[in-house]
């Protein structure tokens, strides 16, 4: 089991990157970049390519709206080549609050869109000539959308790896059988280990049947923020994910289309979930974050001693999870990760 984490995108980056350095020595394996509507991700990672050495970087995520499948595939290529094969292109879909309130685009056939970026990447990277007919994309575009000057372009330098792993972000049975099925790894959110069968035991098995033996077995992504120490000190640190879990389940997307609250009911808290939104949408955030469930608080965090915190690592082993993703807090972030380098194994 491989250990993550990701940086904050949104503060001192310069500050993070030298924390990247402190960690990568304690033991990640790999950092992630988040990319919402403030900094971009890929000048986060370039940055981050030139200060470390040995961590695997990667994109979690970008969305597939706000760059055509090419410009994936040609930012993936330039980040592979910098960091020397150490990079993880990590896509989703995002919402249609973001796409169309911070892009402008219309947020139609995300599905489709995600699948054909897929493809249309690795056929780059395999520098193929660029000829596709799909759904969302025609390469070339048709005479009668443009000038009809387009020819099948392939690109122009050799990557530095003509499969550069792609992980999906996907919460919806049809997102997660398409990630199963053709993706190299899955970054679910709000991860359960102990509830993920119920909620997508079925399209996993769907897309797994699908997959083709070219592939390496799908890597699954899950964890979340971490403490280790003595119980009367560490548990209630589990507190300070309230917020942000309160956040995605209540207010990340509107009534009706918040995929953070479909997972929540999926997982048999119905009530909580609906309550949890009203207030959230109702300004009441310190209430929606305190009406969280205290089960999905726990589980969803790794906060306890070591015992407990080994005991939480086999559950998300048992679940299939091959990349432990965590947010370490207290006053040594560092020695944490070194404490979990310890738990997980080499």
């Known amino acids: 089991m491989q250990i ?5 995108y949104a503060g001192d980056f310069q500050a993070s990157a030298a924390r990247a350095v402190a960690l990568e020595q304690a033991g990640v394996d790999a950092i992630w970049v988040a990319e919402a509507y403030g900094f971009d991700a890929i000048s986060m990672l370039g940055y981050l390519a030139a200060k470390t050495s040995r961590v695997t970087l990667g994109t979690g995520i970008i969305n597939v709206f706000s760059r055509t499948p090419a410009l994936i595939a040609q930012t993936a290529a330039g980040l592979d080549r910098l960091t020397g094969g150490r990079f993880v292109l990590g896509l989703g879909a995002s919402g249609p609050q973001v796409i169309e309130g911070w892009h402008g685009m219309a947020y139609t056939q995300p599905i489709a869109r995600l699948r054909e970026t897929i493809d249309i990447c690795r056929m780059a990277w395999a520098r193929e000539r660029l000829v596709y007919d799909g759904s969302v994309f025609h390469l070339p575009l048709p005479d009668d959308q443009g000038t009809g000057l387009g020819k099948p372009l392939k690109m122009i330098n050799t990557p530095q790896r003509a499969q550069i792993p792609i992980h999906i972000a996907s919460l919806g049975p049809k997102s997660v059988e398409i990630c199963a ?6 970054l679910p959110f709000l991860y359960v280990p102990e509830r993920a069968e119920r909620v997508w035991g079925t399209a996993l098995a ?4 699908k997959r083709s033996p070219d592939l390496a077995p799908l890597e699954i992504t899950g964890g979340g923020m971490l403490a280790i120490g003595p119980m009367a000190d560490v548990v209630p640190l589990r507190d300070r994910a309230r ?21 929540c009911r999926a997982y048999g808290w119905e009530a909580e979930a609906e309550l949890i939104q009203d207030l959230y949408l109702e300004g009441k955030k310190v209430e929606a974050a305190a009406a969280v469930p205290d089960e999905l608080v726990e589980k969803a965090t790794l906060c306890g001693d070591a015992a407990y915190v080994r005991d939480r690592v086999d559950a998300y082993r048992s679940a299939g999870v091959t990349n432990l993703n965590v947010a370490p807090v207290g006053a040594d972030p560092v020695a944490t990760i ?9």
Do not use: H
């Not at 993550?4 to 904050?8: G, K, R």
């Not at 099925?181 to 899955?186: L, P, Q, T």
């Not at 070194?338 to 080499?346: D, F, H, K, P, S």
């Open 4 to 8: 993550s984490t990701n940086l904050d």
């Open 181 to 186: 099925a053709s993706a190299d790894g899955w």
């Open 206 to 209: 769907k897309g797994l049947a």
């Open 243 to 263: 917020p942000m879990l309160a956040l995605y389940i209540g207010g990340m997307g509107a009534r009706g289309k918040n995929f953070y609250n479909d997972v």
């Open 338 to 346: 070194a404490q979990l380098r310890e738990i997980v194994g080499g």
